[in-house]
Structures are given as C-alpha cells and as structure tokens.
C-alpha cells in the first residue's frame, strides 16, 4: 500500500497542530515555573492562537489551581523582603477586573490587595459604579511588595505575569481596568505612558477589553487627575450598562 504525506487540508492537522502548540506552552510555563532560566520564554506564545486552541484544554483550571501553583513563591528577589503574597481576591466569575502594580505596605502586612488609603479611594470608584469588591477581581501585576514601595523591576514583572494571566484566563472577564503605568503598560506590551493609554478601550486575549486609567495613588498624591479617571470610568460603566447606585 502506497503512503502518503499527510495532507496540511486535512480536518484533523489544525487540531493536532493545536494540540502540540498547547503542550508547548504548558512545558514551557512549567519549567519557567519551577525556575529553570536555561531559555527566554515570551509569555505572549506560551498559548496557541484562540483560533487554534483545542476546545476543552487547560478549560478546567481554577483559582485554586492558579494559586497552588504559585505556592511560597521564591521566583524573585521579592520573596526575600515580603510578609505575605497578595494573590487577589474577589468574584471568579466577575464582569470587571482591576489591576494594579503591586502590595504597598498595608496590602503585605495584611495579604491582600488595595486595603491602603489607596484602597479606600478604589472602593469608593467601585462604589460610585453601583458595584462592590464581591462583584469585581482585584489583583497587581506583581504579587509581593517591592521594598520601601519602589517600582517593580522587569524581571520580577516576568515572573509574576504568567500567574495573573492564568487568573484572568480563569475569570474570563469582559472588562479589565489597568491601573496607573505598570499594570497598562504590562498588559498591554507597550512603553506608552499612561496619559496615552488611559480613555479608551484596548483589545486584549479572547475579546477582553482594557481600559487603562490613572492609579488610586496617583490620585491622591494628584487630586486635579481624579476628574479625568472618573471620565474613564464612566466610559467604562457606559460600555458595562452600569448606571451607578440606586
């Protein structure tokens, strides 16, 4: 019997080509997770384009899952000088998730996200849009407080990245608010400052729209920029039919 090269039109190739990408990028995510540094992994191809995604893989992981797998991270520096990992909390199956840069000092001591005076003025957005914290996610772009504040170096952003990605893979949210320079820039790919990015409406994975704006923070140290990030989140309430409390 005569064999023959199989054909790339075959209905089967695209899926077993998926199949294979998929592996690749759980092996890869794996080593990266278990601190092998033998090889640059781009959390950008670590997933097979959703055109080609195997329905089904990877489809049954949890926050639980997400957060095992972190464990007592030692990935970074940051394990060294932190108190508690500040993983996020909130609705896993929320329509909205905020994302900021990293714990400060209240969010270490107490492991968990925006509980600072820059908590409270989020709260307050979160009230102003007719929601709670039980009905968004919050997380940071990095999970464990840089020492005296400072901003996150690149490697630590690496690190962290792969996890809070899994987590917005877990809630499939419609909508992700990027809060201040990092978590837009971060998510985003891109060295544009947030003055650039802030007000409008960036795609992102699976159809997930960002809307970057000014960081609660900033906010209070420049009060004259709260009007233009409630302008965003108006924008952002408009595209979500929120119409604020009763």
């Known amino acids: 019997m005569e064999h023959r090269p199989r054909d790339s039109r075959d209905g089967n190739s695209q899926e077993s080509y998926a199949e294979i990408l998929s592996c690749a990028g759980n092996l890869a995510r794996w080593l990266r997770e278990i601190g092998c540094r033998g090889f640059a992994v781009n959390p950008d191809v670590l997933d097979a384009p959703p055109d080609l995604r195997t329905p089904g893989i990877n489809a049954t992981e949890t926050m639980g899952d997400v957060r095992r797998s972190l464990g007592d991270c030692r990935r970074c520096r940051l394990a060294d000088t932190r108190h508690n990992i500040v993983f996020g909390e909130g609705s896993e199956h929320a329509r909205l998730v905020f994302v900021g840069e990293g714990p400060g000092y209240e969010e270490d001591k107490q492991g968990r996200p925006f509980v600072g005076a820059a908590g409270m003025l989020l709260d307050k957005i979160i009230a102003a849009m007719g929601?709670?914290?039980?009905?968004?996610?919050i997380a940071n772009i990095i999970k464990c407080r840089p020492p005296k504040?400072?901003?996150?170096?690149?490697?630590?952003?690496?690190n962290c990245q792969p996890f809070l990605v899994?987590?917005?893979?877990v809630i499939q949210p419609a909508f992700?608010?990027?809060?201040?320079?990092?978590?837009?820039?971060t998510l985003l790919s891109?060295?544009?400052?947030?003055?650039?990015?802030?007000g409008v409406f960036h795609p992102w994975q699976d159809g997930i729209r960002i809307m970057p704006t000014y960081h609660p923070a900033y906010l209070l140290r420049n009060p004259g920029k709260k009007r233009e990030t409630w302008e965003d989140?108006?924008?952002?309430?408009?595209?979500?039919?929120?119409?604020g409390p009763a």
């Open 131 to 137: 929601l709670s914290r039980q009905d968004v996610y």
């Open 149 to 158: 504040n400072r901003n996150p170096q690149a490697d630590e952003i690496e």
């Open 166 to 169: 899994r987590q917005l893979q």
């Open 176 to 185: 992700i608010c990027a809060l201040g320079n990092f978590a837009a820039r």
């Open 190 to 198: 891109t060295d544009r400052p947030i003055s650039s990015l802030r």
């Open 233 to 243: 989140i108006q924008k952002l309430m408009r595209a979500m039919d929120l119409h």
